[in-house]
């Protein structure tokens, strides 16, 4: 028999994938600081996913895993999105693609 330990974080549905394959899968379920930690490590590995190869699904990935972070620190949606305008609002945003370069003081 043959064992393959992962350890990590995944998505609800790939137990159910792995038993249709014929195969057996051992999860646990999280406390919420073990669910953090986990998704805060996620987070990193979808970034260096979607850094590695520019793929919209790996950039996909990585919102997800920004979904649940907010969904355990219990943030809603609403919520994240006025943090976010607010910050645009008072710093903009990175639609003019600017690239400071150096600053000079007297």
Known sequence: MKRITYNKLIR???PQI???SGKKAIVEKLTDDQYLAMLNAKFDEE???YQ???NIEELADLVEV???ILDVR???LAEFEKI???KVDARGAFKDRLLL???IED
């Open 12 to 14: 609800d549905k790939i």
């Open 18 to 20: 792995i038993e249709q």
């Open 47 to 49: 970034l260096a996913e």
């Open 52 to 54: 590695n190869g520019k």
């Open 66 to 68: 920004v979904y649940a």
């Open 74 to 76: 219990g943030v809603s």
């Open 84 to 86: 976010r305008q607010d």
């Open 101 to 103: 370069k150096e600053v």
